[in-house]
Each structure stands twice: as structure tokens, then as C-alpha cells.
């Protein structure tokens, strides 16, 4: 209990030797001008942008490294056509609503061809219980038909049908396709 008295009585002590003057007037500080709030606030929300893009690209990146380099089973495909028609309702369906010519197979077949440059393709084979993925010189010497349902080679062999691709390809594709628009839009303007 004495230690509480004394401590009472060192604070009141040293508020009496404060200058009379120091206790009266309040403390000047002058408020930034609305233009450097401005100028802290647009270059706040800059930094911000590119630390979400930064964070955006390295999370992408290494989705695809994992996708890529663990061991995927049946359940993680789904058929090629369905992801190109997925991706072409979640990204272009809204911009193209009054085009309704424009969702022909030729644009599909130029999806696949966009997933096919940045994601593995994978093949079933015949019976179903299991899929090979398919090489780069494969999908280099094909020819996507209708909408991504098969792919036709060049030299002959007979056309692959069964084609598929991993489900988070789809979420990755508007993504790509989003942040390439975007980038065209700041580079070229436009809407």
C-alpha cells in the first residue's frame, strides 16, 4: 500500500514542476492538406494492387506446380468439352450476350486450344478406369474439333475423344483469360 501512496506522490510532485505554460496551451499540429491525403491514399491503394497481383501470380504458379507434379486420379478430370463450354459461359457468355452466333464451335475449338498451351490434356483410355496425359508433340500435331470433343492428327492416326483436363483448369483459365484483359485494357484502353 505504501508503494501506491508513493507513486501518487512522484506523479503529483513532477505535474507541479511542469511549466504553467506547457499545461494551458494545447498542442499545434497541423492536419495534412486533402491533396497529400490524397497522394497517401492512391499511392496506399497501389501498393496494396500490386502486393494482391504479386500474392494472385505466386498462389497461380504454384497451384499449377502442385497440380502438375502430384499424382492426379479420375476423380480430378472432367471432359475437355465441358471445360471449354465452362469457361466460355464464365467468361465471355456476359460479354457476349447479344452475339449468340459468336459461342460456334471455332471459338471453343481456340479455348482448347488456350488450355491446351497452358495445361496438361489427358486421354481415357478405352475402358474408362484409367487416362494417360498426352505429350506436347501429341496436342502440337492435332487439330481441336467440335468445341474440344476430339482431337484430329494431321498425319492420319485415328482422333482421340475421350479428352479431359483437371478441374481447378477452369477457375485457372478465366483467371488467365481475366488478367490478360485486364492487362490489354491498361495497355490499349477501352472497355
Known sequence: MSTRREVERI??????????????????????????RHT??????????????????????????CQRSREISLHDLMPLDLAVDTIFRRFYAERLRTAVSSRDC????GLAYMIAGAWPIYAYEENGNSFRQLSAEEVSQALFRSG??????????????????????VGAAVTMLADAQGESTRRYGGA
Open 11 to 36: 506523479v503529483l510532485a513532477s505535474v507541479d514542476e511542469w511549466p504553467l505554460a506547457m499545461l494551458e496551451r494545447p498542442l499545434k499540429i497541423d492536419p495534412p492538406s486533402a491533396d497529400q
Open 40 to 65: 497517401k491514399l492512391l499511392q496506399a491503394v497501389k501498393e496494396q494492387l500490386q502486393k494482391s497481383r504479386n500474392i494472385r501470380e505466386c498462389s497461380l504458379r504454384v497451384r499449377l506446380e
Open 106 to 109: 471455332a471459338h471453343l475449338d
Open 148 to 169: 474440344g470433343k476430339e482431337m484430329r492428327f494431321v498425319d492420319g492416326r485415328a482422333p482421340l475423344r475421350r479428352l479431359a483436363v483437371h478441374t481447378q483448369t
